[in-house]
């Protein structure tokens, strides 16, 4: 049973406010039971942190939330199997030599993901120029983190649109805390309709590896054995959703962020130093990702509350990120804050919790840090007077994923 009073967490009254919810889930009930998700809620910030850190609260929730889309992937694995399947892009995403992963790939990763990152941008920026009104979300961000992807993974321009589609129809699924099946069924005909695309560009790239991550991945190997096409599939699959919606939020917010309030755009655009500190207070403040999800292997005890051997957790990113025991004003964006580390904030050691913590740590922070910063770098040159045009649609919507739908803006 929900506990008394409280809201459920796929109510319309959590959905219109989540953050008064969470304030009186870390004060009143820090891990409770929620009868709308079927899954123990943990809003504390040093819950939610020690739990991603516990192995006791495992991964295999991914297993009926992801599988069905994605097929297998690093998410849902642990020990060892974990290990190497990460180990074997984590290099490039690291911004690291690709020559150790292939002796043809010798350019650094980190200045071929730059460049990949520069030149999606300002194609995608371009045409914004000569019109007074826009759309950063439907105009901009929706488009910039999969046409990142889909560029690095070695994909033709024209065949990005279909990763757009593609990716859309993914977050529907992953976004079904509720398991209903109509949405189950599409996740089978979309991961059909990628495995289809996919599967002659992996023989190709065997045959002829270039300077991509799909010849990374193609070329892989795991104890001498190559990946089996299965495993690559689900790869490019993982990496085209887990890196879209959230940097695409993420860009989103950040801008509504700066824009609400008085001053805070001119100030970042005089002091780049100040660029990354907004991505990070953004990264804590509207974190994309507002839940992830664990299983209990063996019955545990949390605070107060003993959780039976497979039971569903939800970790609460967006209360952990908010926790007074943790940030001082915890509700109100700040530029400089002295809680928050912005130098670790894409890094293993990030203080915020918007990336996770752990062995499942964000693979794709430094690649999504590359994105913020280069594309916010890139409007604050060249639309020096932006402004909210519609400030109450720039409001955040969702609740396993969370930001805004659209942030119209003036230039
Ligand atoms: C601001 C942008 C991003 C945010 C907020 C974010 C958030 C997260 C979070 C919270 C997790 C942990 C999931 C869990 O433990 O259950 C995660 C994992 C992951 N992310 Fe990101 N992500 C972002 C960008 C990216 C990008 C750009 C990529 C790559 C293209 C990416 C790829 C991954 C992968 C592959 C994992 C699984 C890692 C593992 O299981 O070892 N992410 N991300």
């Known amino acids: 049973m929900t506990h008394r009073d409280l809201p459920e967490l796929l109510s319309a009254e959590v959905a219109a406010d989540p953050h008064a919810f969470y304030r009186r889930l870390r004060a009143e009930a820090p891990v409770v039971w ?23 609260f495992s ?8 599988e069905p889309v994605h097929g297998k992937t690093i998410l849902q694995m642990d020990g060892t199997e974990h290990a190497r399947h990460r180990a074997l892009v984590s ?3 690291r911004g690291k030599s690709l020559e150790r992963l292939h002796p043809m790939l010798l350019r650094n990763a980190a200045a071929v993901v730059d460049e990949v990152v520069l030149r999606t941008a300002e194609e995608l920026a371009a045409p914004l120029a000569g019109r007074r009104r826009v759309d950063l979300v439907r105009d901009f961000a929706n488009y910039f983190p999969v046409y990142v992807i889909a560029d690095l993974l070695g994909f033709d321009k024209e065949d990005h649109p279909r990763f757009l589609r593609w990716y859309t129809a993914v977050i529907r699924v992953i976004s079904n805390l509720g398991r209903d099946p109509e949405i189950l069924a599409e996740a089978a005909q979309v991961r059909a309709e990628i495995s289809e695309f996919v599967t002659p560009f992996i023989a190709e790239r ?30 490019v699959s993982l990496l085209l959703t887990a890196g879209a919606e959230t940097t695409d939020k993420t860009f989103a917010s950040l801008f509504r962020n700066l824009l609400a309030a008085p001053g805070q755009y001119e100030r970042i655009r005089q002091d780049r130093s100040l660029v990354i500190r907004g991505i990070a207070e953004t990264l804590r ?13 063996e019955d545990v005890k949390l605070g107060d509350v003993l959780i039976p051997a497979g039971s569903t957790v939800l970790l609460l990113i967006g209360s952990a990120n908010r926790d007074e025991r943790r940030y001082a ?11 928050l580390d912005a130098g670790k904030a894409f890094s293993g050691a990030a203080d915020h919790l918007a990336f996770g913590s752990g062995r499942h740590f964000c693979l794709g922070a430094m690649l999504a840090r590359a994105e913020l910063e280069i594309g916010v770098n890139l409007f604050l040159d060249r639309f020096p007077q932006m402004r909210l045009a519609d400030p109450d649609a720039a409001t955040d919507v969702g609740v396993k994923m969370r930001g805004p739908q659209s942030v119209p803006v003036t230039l």
């Open 91 to 93: 290099p490039v995403f």
């Open 59 to 66: 991964t295999k929730a991914y297993e009926w939330q992801l």
């Open 285 to 297: 403040f509207s974190p994309p990702t507002q839940i992830n999800t664990r299983e209990t292997t």
């Open 34 to 56: 929620d009868d709308s998700v079927q899954a123990y809620l943990v809003s504390r910030y040093e819950d939610v942190a020690h739990v991603y850190k516990n192995p006791v």
């Open 329 to 339: 004003d915890p509700d109100r964006f700040l530029l400089e804050r002295d809680d």
């Open 206 to 235: 065997r045959a002829n590896p270039g300077e991509d991550l799909l010849s990374v991945l193609a070329t892989a190997e795991i104890d001498g054995e190559p990946l089996a096409d299965d495993e690559i599939k689900a790869y």
